[in-house]
């Protein structure tokens, strides 16, 4: 039996990648598994993951500032909760469709889906987003 010594290495160099980093390919490029297509938005889900006031800090300051780690994200809003906890919102914020992450080296980056959430309901982002703050009381 003969052996492609090439194919072989190239082989063991894919799964090596796909171990350390978790991501078939390396640790660059868009994660599409948890990305809705546009198609599956729902706006049950969009107006509950908006609801909560720390995801909507977080979307609020994706909208201003632009594409952002995860890290200078959870600054930038003034978040003082945990990062698993940030994790989690994040989570809820992708599955609605509302932002996608990338990874770029070993960076996370997010940002809003503005035109496809447009695309699909219209005016809603602008609407959420320009509303003034609920005061307490």
């Given at each position: 039996m003969?052996?492609?010594?090439?194919?072989?290495?190239?082989?063991?160099?894919?799964?090596?990648?796909?171990?350390?980093?978790?991501?078939?390919?390396?640790?660059?490029?868009?994660?599409?598994?948890?990305?809705?297509?546009?198609?599956?938005?729902?706006?049950?889900?969009?107006?509950?993951?908006?609801?909560?006031p720390?995801?909507?800090?977080?979307v609020?300051?994706?909208?201003?500032?632009?594409?952002?780690?995860?890290?200078?994200?959870?600054?930038?809003?003034?978040?003082?909760?945990?990062?698993?906890?940030?994790?989690?919102?994040?989570?809820?914020?992708?599955?609605?469709?509302?932002?996608?992450?990338?990874?770029r080296?070993?960076e996370?980056?997010?940002?809003?889906?503005?035109?496809?959430?447009?695309?699909?309901?219209?005016?809603?982002?602008?609407?959420?987003?320009?509303?003034?703050?609920?005061?307490?009381?």
């Amino acid at each position: 039996m003969k052996i492609d010594i090439v194919d072989t290495y190239q082989r063991l160099i894919a799964i090596d990648t796909t171990f350390r980093t978790g991501y078939p390919g390396g640790m660059d490029g868009v994660i599409s598994e948890v990305h809705p297509a546009l198609q599956d938005f729902r706006l049950a889900a969009i107006l509950t993951a908006l609801a909560d006031p720390a995801r909507l800090a977080a979307v609020r300051t994706l909208a201003a500032k632009g594409e952002s780690p995860c890290t200078r994200l959870q600054r930038d809003a003034g978040l003082t909760i945990s990062r698993t906890t940030f994790s989690h919102h994040q989570k809820v914020l992708r599955e609605a469709g509302i932002i996608a992450a990338r990874v770029r080296g070993t960076e996370r980056l997010l940002s809003l889906r503005r035109d496809d959430l447009d695309m699909r309901y219209p005016g809603l982002l602008d609407a959420i987003l320009n509303a003034p703050a609920d005061q307490p009381g």
